[in-house]
């Protein structure tokens, strides 16, 4: 069984940085996407970055340039650095584990950005 947990949100003001740490446990297989999504209030989840088991990572374009996805197999947690954050970045983040025809969610980590 697998799980997805979720830890380094908070309050941060706009232009600051956070960064984000999703810790994989349970049986990770070699071929799978790790990605991150997030959801603010009345909005749809919406996938902002995701990295592949090769490591190839692919950003939406609302943080493209502003937010790096990376993953560290030695102890398989999936890292978020977040800068020059901005309001519209407020949301509940989320990882998430595609494997094996498998999509597995976390709990997700709150994001406030305040101007």
């Known amino acids: 069984q697998v799980q997805l947990v979720e830890s380094g949100g908070g309050l941060v003001q706009a232009g600051g940085s956070l960064r984000l740490s999703c810790v994989a446990s349970?049986?990770?297989?070699?071929?799978?996407?790790m990605r991150w999504f997030r959801q603010a209030p009345g909005e749809q989840r919406e996938l902002i970055a995701s990295?592949?088991?090769?490591?190839?990572?692919t950003y939406a374009d609302t943080v493209k340039g502003r937010f790096t996805i990376s993953w560290d197999s030695a102890d398989n947690t999936m890292y978020l650095q977040m800068d020059n954050l901005k309001p519209d970045d407020t949301a509940v983040y989320y990882c998430?584990?595609?494997?094996?025809?498998?999509?597995?969610w976390g709990r997700g980590t709150q994001v406030t950005v305040s101007s």
């Open positions: 998430n584990l595609l494997q094996h025809m498998a999509s597995l």
């Open positions: 349970g049986s990770i297989l070699n071929i799978r996407t």
């Open positions: 990295i592949t088991s090769t490591n190839v990572p």
